[in-house]
T-cell receptor, first 112, second 110 residues
Framework: TQLLEQSPQFLSIQEGENLTVYCNSSSVFSSLQWYRQEPGEGPVLLVTVVTGGEVKKLKRLTFQFGDARKDSSLHITAAQPGDTGLYLCAGVRMDSNYQLIWGAGTKLIIKP | EAGVTQSPTHLIKTRGQQATLRCSPISGHTSVYWYQQALGLGLQFLLWYDEGEERNRGNFPPRFSGRQFPNYSSELNVNALELEDSALYLC?????????FGPGTRLTVT
């Protein structure tokens, strides 16, 4: 059982469309991170959210941490082919020893 | 600032052999994490080292082992290789919560 459930697992859309990826849990997290991984490379940290209700923007990407700190979302506006990749969420549980808990990832393909 | 480096980039072994993968963390980071990633799938946690000690290990058999050296670099050893060990092995270093990944070692077992 994944402690962090990501949905959808796979998403293929046309360039210019909007999309949202979700990361949900029944556990409370002290912080949550989003990474993007391109084929054959290591994941790259995009953002860290730490406060319930926090919203962070990174150009066309908007990240939100749920009020209860159990979930997060990533919204991409006007998706571009360069957004293609595996999006991973990872969190530090309130009762953990700093080790990250990872979601299984959302594979995103943006078609030109 | 130099990022996380891993060597070798690619490694081809035959079943039953042993593989050694190496990782150098970002300067100042004392924690090193190892992950296995099968093709197209998410990250499976293998091992966590901090200050030279193993802090936690994932649900992998004992033939997966490693160590962390005094300079915080790390080594992952996989003994008695099996075909299903073929994967991308990623190393990450961390100052606390956030992880910074190397490019990975692609291990192929034939």
């Amino acid at each position: 059982t994944q402690l962090l459930e990501q949905s959808p697992q796979f998403l293929s859309i046309q360039e210019g469309e909007n999309l949202t990826v979700y990361c949900n849990s029944s556990s409370v997290f002290s912080s949550l991170q989003w990474y993007r991984q391109e084929p054959g490379e290591g994941p790259v940290l995009l953002v860290t959210v730490v406060t319930g209700g926090e919203v962070k923007k990174l150009k066309r990407l908007t990240f939100q941490f749920g009020d209860a700190r159990k979930d997060s979302s990533l919204h991409i506006t006007a998706a571009q082919p360069g957004d293609t990749g595996l999006y991973l969420c990872a969190g530090v549980r309130m009762d953990s020893n700093y080790q990250l808990i990872w979601g299984a990832g959302t594979k995103l393909i943006i078609k030109p | 600032e130099a990022g996380v480096t891993q060597s070798p980039t690619h490694l081809i072994k035959t079943r039953g052999q042993q593989a050694t993968l190496r990782c150098s963390p970002i300067s100042g980071h004392t924690s090193v994490y190892w992950y296995q990633q099968a093709l197209g799938l998410g990250l499976q946690f293998l091992l966590w080292y901090d200050e030279g000690e193993e802090r936690n290990r994932g649900n992998f058999p004992p033939r997966f082992s490693g160590r962390q050296f005094p300079n915080y670099s790390s080594e992952l050893n996989v003994n008695a290789l099996e075909l299903e060990d073929s994967a991308l092995y990623l190393c990450a270093s961390s100052p606390l919560y956030e992880q910074y990944f190397g490019p990975g070692t692609r291990l192929t077992v034939t």
